[in-house]
């Protein structure tokens, strides 16, 4: 049976960990993960193994991490697979985005989609210099005239459809990282339960704790051995929706979406390249044709890498506690620790809840509006089924549709403040066609109808692709529960 990690008696193994928080004010000994700078002296514990999840440069000066407007993706350092983070060599260094920063904690990288491709519902007549059939085609007024058809040797390009940014449907919280209380604290009887996961800067985790790599773990407290579950490059979402346990896993995926050809440029000229002849009717293909790949090699949103890490052992003292209003990841699939609930949305009435109400005011009312009067009816945030985006009010437009997000019911605007939700979308983007072949027969009208005369060459109306994707746009992702402190008695987990 393996005994508790050792410890210097002076470290404070919470120095670092960085939760989840639904409240504007800060709790003792912990700050806003915002990218602000500390100067170490001022804070006396982040220093030796402690200064470890922290960028500390050679003046002293400690840069806290800035998550505002990111989602959280497990750190993979796993190289040669496409499991966990396959595109990791895109990732770049929080504080020097100048610096690549492949398999490590503090990258960040962009949004993506999936590879994909469209097929087009139709295929217009194309052009080129080179005839390749023709037909005959009769007008009231001026008999008949041959058509040419023609193969469209450049490439053509669809409407952008799409949102500014890829995102699952989630909701704004706060990420706070501990850094210590500047008062003398007396070191206590570690209070932190264990099976909670949270979130880690370092390679090496903080006594007591051990990295989510799905490997096993000799548990000294619960004297048995347990496995540890796999995390790496991967998202949280809350669980609880239909058919979504603790711990199952989800591919990425993009919603349905589909695309308009708004014009096909080109003239009536056999010499000059063209698109289709709009003199009169246009025609399409019955088959339809395959528009050209487009894409990553997954959907992802914005978003910086931790570790997650895993409460393993007690017996550690520490300076610290989670406070009151911290929101974790729970990996039980029965119960939560005493003192503390499931993040499911509940109405706050109880007086045992009196702390937990005094933090969190009417930031998660399902019905809140921007105009509202403080004081409002109390709820639990509602993460099931959803992911955790960090509030953006950096004033770098990390979330550009900020300003359009909704309370939960989504009857009302309220902007970028703690509690909205965004549903989930696609970044705009294109495809190209690489060429339209000639059809001899005439299978029916793409757009628009004959009138005496000719009406230019550009079209009127658009062609539309066959929708592709699914019902939501999200990230591979790992099924956990969120969990928010109510009281300072944290134990055993309750059935």
């Not at 909704?406 to 009302?412: E, F, P, R, Y």
Request: with cysteine; charged share 20%.
């Amino acid at each position: 049976m393996a005994a508790p990690d050792e410890v210097d008696p002076s470290a404070d193994p919470l120095i670092g960990v960085i939760v989840m928080w639904g409240s504007d004010s800060l709790p003792d000994g912990w700050v806003f993960c915002d990218g602000r700078t500390l100067l170490s002296a001022d804070y006396p514990h982040i220093t030796g193994d402690c200064a470890k999840p922290f960028h500390v440069d050679a003046n002293g000066m400690v840069r806290v991490p800035d998550m505002r407007g990111l989602f959280v993706r497990g750190v993979d350092d796993r190289t040669g697979t496409t499991e966990g983070d396959p595109d990791a060599a895109s990732r770049v260094d929080m504080f020097d985005p100048t610096l690549p920063a492949p398999h490590a904690p503090y990258s960040v990288q962009l949004s993506t989609f999936a590879s994909h491709t469209h097929e087009y519902q139709t295929a217009p007549v194309a052009c080129s210099a080179e005839v390749i059939s023709t037909f005959k085609f009769s007008t009231s007024d001026s008999g008949d005239f041959p058509v040419y058809l023609y193969l469209f040797t450049s490439s053509v390009t669809d409407a952008q459809d799409g949102a500014k940014e890829t995102r699952p449907l989630n909701m704004y919280l706060r990420y706070i990282i501990c850094v210590g209380s500047k008062l003398p604290t007396p070191a206590l009887a570690d209070p932190t339960p264990l099976g909670l996961i949270a979130l880690w800067g370092a390679n090496q985790p903080p006594p007591g704790w051990q990295l989510c790599k799905g490997t096993s773990y000799d548990a000294y407290d619960l004297g048995e051995e347990i496995t540890i579950p796999d995390l790496r490059g991967q998202f949280i979402r809350g669980a609880g929706q239909t058919g979504r346990s603790v711990g199952s896993t989800q591919p990425d995926a993009f919603q349905a979406h589909q695309h308009t050809y708004t014009q096909f440029p080109g003239t009536f000229t056999a010499g000059l390249p063209m698109a289709q002849y709009l003199g009169g009717d246009c025609y399409h293909e019955a088959s339809g044709r395959t528009g050209k790949t487009g894409g990553s090699t997954e959907t992802r949103p914005v978003n910086a890498a931790f570790h997650y890490i895993i409460k393993c052992a007690r017996g550690v003292p520490s300076k610290s506690s989670l406070p009151i209003g911290a929101i974790v990841m729970w990996s039980g699939n029965k119960g939560v620790p005493v003192g503390w609930e499931v993040c499911s949305g509940m109405k706050l009435e109880d007086p045992m809840y009196k702390d937990l109400q005094a933090i969190l005011q009417s930031n998660f009312n399902p019905a809140r509006t921007r105009y509202d009067p403080s004081g409002g009816p109390c709820f639990l945030p509602d993460l099931t089924g959803r992911f955790v985006r960090g509030i953006d009010d950096s004033g770098q437009n990390r979330d550009p549709d900020n300003a359009a997000r909704t309370n939960l019911d989504g009857k009302a605007t309220l902007g970028p403040v703690l509690g909205s939700v965004q549903p989930g979308a696609v970044a705009a983007h294109s495809h190209s066609v690489s060429s339209f072949p000639g059809e001899e027969s005439l299978e029916g009208l793409v757009f628009g109808s004959y009138e005496d005369g000719f009406r230019g060459w550009n079209s009127r109306k658009g062609v539309s692709t066959q929708p592709e994707g699914q019902g939501e746009t999200r990230p591979r992702n790992t099924a956990l529960v969120f969990i928010i402190k109510y009281s300072e008695y944290s134990e055993e987990a309750r059935p």
